[in-house]
């Protein structure tokens, strides 16, 4: 008998319909489950509001693996039925997510801002900027993520210090960060939330960063302390370029808004064209594994 994985849209129905020992059906969280969705094994959530789960995770008796889409898995924490294992999508969104902290560095130390706002005045005003050359760059997560923007932030000349859970060979462990962070220019954030990594960069972390230094956060909000790094921005001593925000939305009249020393954008940082295909891509090998009798290899596995 097939794997019957219900997937949320027709893009999941091409990229699983040709894996064999698969069959992918598709189904919607606000309509009633399609006919023999009770069969399914395997679910892949679209988008969908927390309180819809439990209607739909109830009628599903064989489910066993809920693959996500997400590289993210700290909204299903504390959801998933006792039994289910939890997969993400580790893999799918680094390359875009590391072009995005590029990109931002590249803004920042060449103050593209700057002169967007001298073309609006018609104002010429040639100077010297900064560079991300020989920018010293504590990259605080070794996952993929990790890995993808240590690669490009080579290419550019900066010099890398990575930074895991735990140490390994070419990696800092997280409580090396007191000592580490002193000695660089940029401290970028690209950890899970989970229990440990919530409030990481709190008062004491960004005290520790030297005058100036950039703190990069492609991660989840909640990972920063927001008063605390409010504090630094308003004082003038660090600057900052934040994809994720805590609160998430940001309200109108958060003062984040008009904080200076920062860069904000609205977590698009994987959001690039072609990510539903690499996004399923990931999907269909750890479902295909699954289907093969082996565990996905991006199981979450106790770390939040």
């Known amino acids: 008998m097939p794997v019957t994985v219900l997937v949320p849209d027709e893009d999941g129905v091409r990229a699983l319909r040709e894996l064999a020992g698969v069959r992918p059906v598709r189904y919607s969280w606000r309509e009633p489950l399609p006919a023999g969705a009770a069969e399914a094994e395997v679910l892949v959530p679209g988008a969908h509001r927390p309180e819809e789960r439990a209607a739909v995770l109830g009628a599903l008796p064989n489910l066993k693996l809920i693959q996500l889409l997400s590289a993210g898995a700290e ?61 010293r760059v504590l990259v605080i997560g070794a996952g993929d993520l990790g890995r993808q923007l240590e690669r490009r932030l080579v290419a550019f000349d900066a010099r890398v210090t990575m930074v895991g859970v735990t140490g390994r060979d070419g990696v800092h462990a997280v409580d090396e960060l007191p000592a580490l962070l002193p000695g660089h220019d940029v401290a970028v954030l690209v950890v899970p939330l989970t229990s440990r990594t919530r409030g990481m960069a709190g008062a004491e972390f ?99």
């Open 75 to 135: 909204n299903w924490i504390g959801t998933v039925p006792d039994g289910v294992l939890l997969s993400t999508c580790r893999g799918a969104h680094g390359g875009s997510t590391a072009e995005w902290v590029v990109a931002v560095l590249l803004s920042i130390y060449r103050e593209l801002p700057g002169f967007a706002a001298g073309q609006a005045a018609h104002r010429w005003d040639p100077h010297a900027t900064g560079t991300l050359q020989d920018k």
């Open 206 to 304: 960004l005290a520790a960063m030297p005058d100036g230094a950039i703190l990069v956060n492609a991660a989840r909000g909640p990972v920063v302390d927001t008063a605390a790094l409010l504090a630094e921005l308003r004082a003038g001593r660090l600057r900052a370029a934040l994809d994720v925000t805590d609160p998430e939305p940001l309200p109108p009249d958060h003062p984040l808004w008009t904080a200076p020393n920062v860069v904000l954008t609205p977590h698009v940082a994987g959001s690039v064209t072609g990510s539903q295909r690499r996004s399923y891509a990931v999907v269909a090998a750890e479902i295909a594994r699954y289907a093969g009798g082996e565990l996905p290899n991006n199981l979450v596995r106790g770390e939040y």
